[in-house]
């Protein structure tokens, strides 16, 4: 009995039992499989995420960098082609001609001494010894005289300062009267160029006859022609002989005008900005002059010239073409961006610095001036810095005070009649004669060296308040 019980068939019961744990464990399975396979998907595509992430941060690298070096290869290409036109304004080409002091010729008493022959030479023709000197020597046979058309092409070869020249060189020798002296003489610009550029192929220049190029080879065969560094570029004035204009005058009336604006804007800029921020109540009259300085800083710059010469010349009487008036005409135009740029740093100053020094015991006074604006001066002389360079650029402004007008003399005060160096670029660049592109070019390499000279004050500066 016992055995028939043992060998008997398995209950329904335990037969579902087992089939369920069967379907549970291929469940369990099939369950571990999807998993693992969602798993492996996720991975791969975090993978292939990371990959194009990583491809396009490279190609964003890369990108950048090709930009940057665009942009430094433009600069490259424009202050090479800038340089390579200034070149020739650096040098200048000279002439040695044998003079003869005649008594006769300069219209003096040979007999006279002292003060009295000092006044006479002062009033001499010394054209007519500087014709008279160079006519013979350039005669093809002896006893022939030149044509008139000639002398007019001979006479046309030297510069007009030619003669003044002579006289300096008799004033400071009387004793040279009555002698043949050798005086190195500027040639005309426009042999000057022709020197520069077509001078090997001994022919007839753009405005060099055939003639003159003639003359200028025997000058040359005979060693009366050299080059020399053009100092008078930077000691002299504008002139309207391009041989004879220099850039001391606009240079000097460039640093009176930017002297005047960085005495004004700074001071009232940093001021106007501290007030702003740190002690004005915030209400609809701060917010609406906080949206007229953010108006005035995209201001077209000739508006500003406009009001200067309706304000500040026609109401107050100020001078006109004066570095003064410049100065205060580039104050108007450069205020709303020191305050804005002087706000910002302010505003960049950490609250705790205040709150500390506040809790020591400071004043409202002491807390600005002796924790925030030193903490705030680099980015305040960084903005200072901006608006010096946009106003060191400026022109259309103080063409409307008058700083176009062709001046000679030399300025020694702001309130005297100047121009400034991006004028004098405009004045020459619209010249006729080819020597003044050069010159022009030549005025852009110094007025970029100036604002290099100014960005690196400022910048050095800044490091000194950056340390401290």
């Known amino acids: 009995m016992t055995n028939s019980t043992d060998n008997s068939p398995e209950t329904s019961a335990e037969k579902n039992s087992k089939v369920n744990t069967n379907m549970s464990a291929k469940d369990n399975s099939a369950r571990v499989s999807t998993t693992l396979s969602t798993t492996s998907s996720t991975t791969e595509m975090v993978a292939l995420s990371l990959k194009k992430r990583h491809q396009k941060e490279r190609r964003f690298k890369s990108v950048g960098l090709f930009s940057v070096f665009f942009g430094f290869m433009l600069v490259i290409v424009l202050i090479g082609d800038i ?10 080409y000279w002439v040695k001609l044998d003079i003869n002091y005649n008594s006769n010729w300069l219209g003096v008493d040979e007999n006279l001494t002292g003060l009295e022959l000092t006044k006479q030479l002062k009033k001499a023709n010394y054209r007519k010894v500087l014709k008279n000197s160079i006519y013979p020597v350039f005669t093809e046979e002896p006893g022939k005289k030149l044509a008139r058309k000639e002398k007019r092409q001979l006479f046309k070869l030297f510069s007009t300062n030619a003669e003044f020249t002579i006289k300096d060189s008799l004033l400071s020798s009387p004793e040279n009267l009555q002698q043949t002296v050798s005086i190195w003489v500027r040639l005309d610009d426009d042999v000057d ?13 753009l405005r060099i006859s055939k003639k003159q190029a003639q003359w200028l080879a025997k000058l040359d065969s005979e060693q009366r022609i050299e080059t020399r560094f053009n100092i008078s570029f930077f000691t002299s004035s504008d002139s309207r002989e391009p041989e004879l204009a220099g850039i001391k005058g606009a240079l000097m009336g460039t640093l009176l005008t930017m002297f005047v604006t960085i005495l004004v804007s700074f001071p009232l800029g940093v001021a106007g900005a501290l007030y702003l921020e740190e002690f004005a109540p915030k209400n609809k009259i701060t917010d ?5 300085i953010n108006n005035l800083a995209a201001v077209p710059s000739i508006v500003f010239g406009l009001l200067g010469l309706a304000v500040i010349i026609n109401v107050f009487g100020l001078p006109r073409s004066a570095p003064l008036v410049g100065g205060i005409v ?47 001066m680099p980015g305040i002389i960084t903005g200072a810095i901006i ?34 160096l991006p004028v004098q670029i405009f004045l020459w660049a619209d010249s006729p004669e080819r020597a003044f592109l050069a010159k022009t070019s030549a005025a852009i390499l110094v007025l970029l060296t100036l604002l290099l000279i100014i960005n690196l004050s400022a910048t050095m500066l800044r490091s000194k308040f950056e340390k401290k």
């Open 288 to 292: 609406l002059i906080e949206i007229n």
């Open 330 to 376: 580039l104050t108007l135009m450069t205020l709303p961006t020191i305050i804005i740029a002087s706000r910002a740093a302010i505003k960049a100053v950490p609250p705790s610095l205040r709150e500390a020094a506040t809790g020591l015991g400071a004043s409202k006074m002491q807390v600005t001036f002796s924790h925030v604006l030193p903490q705030a």
């Open 193 to 205: 160029s022709y020197l520069k550029e077509d001078f090997a192929t001994g022919q007839a220049g």
């Open 83 to 92: 340089t390579s036109k200034a070149l020739p304004a650096f040098h200048q």
């Open 387 to 420: 608006s010096v360079a946009q106003a060191l650029g400026e022109t259309a402004p103080l063409l409307m005070i008058g700083m176009v007008a062709f001046i000679v003399d030399v300025p020694t005060s702001i309130v005297d009649s100047a121009t400034v």
